[in-house]
């Protein structure tokens, strides 16, 4: 099985699409497509936001493509265009920091459809165990789709109502990627319209717009048992998360198949949305458990079961949990079906929704942390900079650096086991002033300068940079290869210009193809 990266320097095969003449920038709505493109207010404006609610971008027009026909449609009229336009793809609006915008051209609008038309529904090969899907489809479509056939992916991402393309982008991780490797490592071909080609690529984000992926599938569980235990020692904590990780070779009855975390700095949080299992029925008392730094470990588990393995499922979590050195008085088990785990964080998006709390700004800060530098970062972060307060959940959890393709051009420390530390942080304007945008975002810069001077050699997942220096320094020996593919794929720098790491270029109509 040839396993397809993002951002892979493999191409297997290329189809030219003839460059355009130019036109004006309001010609492309002209243009004969299957989908639409709209100039409608209410799209414009869904467009110019996102989940971050930290920037704002408002595009020229929006495009709800049917085929990657209609793509590269666009694209060829934006890149034959002297206009100075560029085009952006988004999917469900889940970036942070603008990344799917444009204030000078047209936003591709993924997922959803308007009018009669609509994309491509997933089509699953039971036999062949793969599933090919557009890439503005929601996992939790997919999902639905392959569990019909009793099968599933492989690998995740925590929340479910996010695009393909958007999170094959950037790899997609949950606590399935010490095992199977981010979502990437389990595609095994994408199609990506970039600025001169309609592509079969191996993952090119940055470079091109994916507008289909074929995705590997397994038999689909029924079950899972999910397990919550807490920890006051951290080295003990992160002891038992790498130990669980290594197991990822051992036969699927000796391992778990979730490993995550999260950090508790006050019993607040037990409530928070990530927490919603640590419920009123436990009997244990979180805060009885606190030790006197005010810091608590959770380490989150599940295994999934089917009815052929239902009498054996008490024998290998028992034994699997014998080997760690949790609170003994602080385990939490529940049995629910494997849709409703995955789908987990959807249930409490809901009720967040219903307290006016999931539209807010999210001043999210991803960290992959090299393992050797996790006790230090637990000291000066966990233990130091955030105090007691946290506005939203923090999530922990180590992985395999070998199951990451080292052609990808997500950036990861350079060590066997690194973790990701994800401050999940909602901005609220309650008076409060540590949970205020400002208070979140300088101790988000407080943060980053810690692992400077301490010589933590952070790497940041789902990056945001202003310069593109920074973004040099963040790519290290990989910038050289970046640059030629952005060269090689998108010259004038007309796509994903909202990620700030080219400046778009345009020739003098004098020089416009012919």
Same mark, same amino acid.
């Given at each position: 099985?040839?396993?397809?990266?993002? +951002?892979?320097? +493999?191409?297997?095969?290329?189809?030219?699409?003839?460059? *355009?003449?130019?036109?004006?920038?309001?010609?492309?709505?002209? !243009?004969?497509?299957?989908?639409?493109?709209?100039?409608?207010?209410?799209?414009?404006?869904?467009?110019?936001?996102?989940?971050?609610?930290?920037?704002?971008?408002?595009?020229?027009?929006?495009?709800?493509?049917?085929?990657?026909?209609?793509?590269?449609?666009?694209?060829?009229?934006?890149?034959?265009?002297?206009?100075?336009?560029?085009?952006?793809?988004?999917?469900?609006?889940?970036?942070?920091?603008?990344?799917?915008?444009?204030?000078?051209?047209?936003?591709?609008?993924?997922?959803?459809?308007?009018?009669?038309?609509?994309?491509?529904?997933? $089509?699953?090969?039971?036999?062949?165990?793969?599933?090919?899907?557009?890439?503005?489809?929601?996992?939790?479509?997919?999902?639905?789709?392959?569990?019909?056939?009793?099968?599933?992916?492989?690998?995740?991402?925590?929340? !479910?109502?996010?695009?393909? *393309?958007?999170?094959?982008?950037?790899? *997609?991780?949950?606590?399935?990627?010490?095992?199977?490797?981010?979502?990437?490592?389990?595609?095994?071909?994408?199609?990506?319209?970039?600025?001169?080609?309609?592509?079969?690529?191996?993952?090119?984000?940055?470079?091109?717009?994916?507008? $289909?992926? $074929?995705?590997?599938?397994?038999?689909?569980?029924?079950?899972?048992?999910?397990?919550?235990?807490?920890?006051?020692?951290?080295?003990?904590?992160?002891?038992?998360?790498?130990?669980?990780?290594?197991?990822?070779?051992?036969?699927?009855?000796?391992?778990?198949?979730?490993?995550?975390? /999260?950090?508790?700095? @006050?019993?607040? %949080?037990?409530?928070?949305?990530?927490?919603?299992?640590?419920?009123?029925?436990?009997?244990?008392?979180?805060?009885?458990?606190? #030790?006197?730094?005010?810091?608590?470990?959770?380490?989150?588990?599940?295994?999934?079961?089917?009815?052929?393995?239902?009498?054996?499922?008490?024998?290998?979590?028992?034994?699997?949990?014998?080997? +760690?050195?949790?609170?003994?008085?602080?385990?939490?088990?529940?049995?629910?079906?494997?849709?409703? /785990?995955?789908?987990?964080?959807?249930?409490?998006?809901?009720?967040?929704?219903?307290?006016?709390?999931?539209?807010?700004?999210? #001043?999210?800060?991803?960290?992959?942390?090299?393992?050797?530098?996790?006790?230090?970062?637990?000291?000066?972060?966990?233990?130091?900079?955030?105090?007691?307060?946290?506005?939203? #959940?923090?999530?922990?959890?180590?992985?395999?650096?070998?199951?990451?393709?080292?052609?990808?051009?997500?950036?990861?420390?350079?060590?066997?086991?690194?973790?990701?530390?994800?401050?999940?942080?909602?901005?609220?304007?309650?008076?409060?002033?540590?949970?205020?945008?400002?208070?979140?975002?300088?101790?988000?810069?407080?943060? %980053?300068?810690?692992?400077?001077?301490?010589?933590?050699?952070?790497? $940041?997942?789902?990056?945001?940079?202003?310069?593109?220096?920074?973004?040099?320094?963040? /790519?290290?020996?990989?910038? @050289?290869?970046?640059?030629?593919?952005?060269?090689?794929? @998108?010259?004038?720098?007309?796509?994903?210009?909202?990620?700030?790491?080219?400046?778009?270029?345009?020739?003098?109509?004098?020089?416009?193809?012919?």
């Amino acid at each position: 099985m040839a396993t397809m990266l993002l +951002l892979t320097f +493999l191409i297997s095969s290329l189809i030219m699409v003839t460059v *355009g003449l130019a036109i004006d920038s309001m010609e492309i709505l002209r !243009l004969g497509i299957d989908g639409q493109l709209s100039v409608d207010p209410s799209d414009v404006e869904t467009a110019s936001l996102d989940f971050g609610l930290l920037t704002r971008g408002q595009p020229l027009a929006v495009l709800h493509p049917v085929s990657a026909q209609d793509i590269s449609q666009v694209v060829k009229a934006v890149y034959g265009s002297n206009q100075g336009m560029t085009v952006s793809a988004r999917g469900h609006g889940h970036s942070i920091n603008g990344q799917a915008q444009t204030t000078n051209g047209v936003v591709i609008q993924m997922s959803g459809w308007k009018g009669g038309n609509k994309p491509p529904r997933p $089509r699953v090969w039971a036999e062949e165990r793969y599933v090919d899907v557009w890439g503005g489809e929601l996992w939790i479509d997919v999902l639905k789709s392959t569990l019909e056939y009793g099968l599933a992916p492989k690998s995740w991402t925590d929340y !479910l109502y996010l695009s393909v *393309g958007g999170t094959l982008s950037n790899a *997609g991780i949950s606590g399935q990627a010490f095992n199977h490797g981010p979502q990437i490592s389990n595609v095994y071909e994408l199609d990506v319209v970039t600025e001169l080609f309609h592509a079969v690529l191996g993952g090119l984000g940055q470079f091109g717009i994916i507008t $289909r992926a $074929r995705i590997s599938l397994e038999p689909a569980p029924k079950m899972v048992r999910w397990i919550r235990v807490l920890y006051s020692n951290f080295s003990a904590f992160t002891s038992d998360q790498e130990h669980l990780i290594s197991l990822h070779a051992e036969p699927s009855n000796q391992k778990f198949d979730y490993v995550e975390g /999260f950090v508790i700095v @006050d019993e607040g %949080l037990i409530n928070n949305w990530r927490s919603s299992l640590l419920s009123p029925q436990n009997p244990v008392k979180i805060s009885t458990l606190f #030790p006197s730094g005010g810091v608590l470990y959770c380490l989150e588990i599940a295994k999934n079961y089917h009815e052929s393995t239902v009498q054996t499922i008490d024998q290998e979590v028992e034994f699997l949990l014998k080997k +760690l050195n949790f609170i003994s008085t602080s385990v939490f088990t529940t049995d629910l079906l494997y849709v409703d /785990f995955l789908d987990r964080v959807h249930k409490a998006e809901l009720k967040l929704r219903s307290k006016g709390l999931w539209e807010v700004p999210h #001043p999210w800060l991803n960290l992959f942390i090299p393992s050797s530098k996790i006790a230090e970062f637990d000291k000066g972060v966990f233990k130091g900079i955030l105090g007691n307060k946290t506005s939203g #959940p923090i999530l922990i959890y180590p992985m395999n650096k070998n199951k990451w393709d080292h052609r990808s051009s997500v950036v990861t420390p350079d060590e066997g086991v690194f973790y990701l530390v994800a401050l999940l942080r909602s901005a609220l304007d309650n008076g409060e002033e540590t949970q205020s945008l400002e208070y979140l975002n300088n101790q988000n810069r407080q943060i %980053l300068r810690y692992c400077d001077e301490a010589g933590i050699k952070v790497k $940041r997942y789902l990056p945001h940079y202003t310069t593109q220096q920074e973004w040099m320094d963040h /790519f290290g020996n990989k910038w @050289d290869r970046f640059y030629e593919m952005k060269m090689e794929f @998108d010259p004038r720098h007309i796509l994903a210009s909202g990620q700030r790491i080219f400046t778009p270029t345009f020739p003098s109509s004098s020089n416009m193809p012919s």
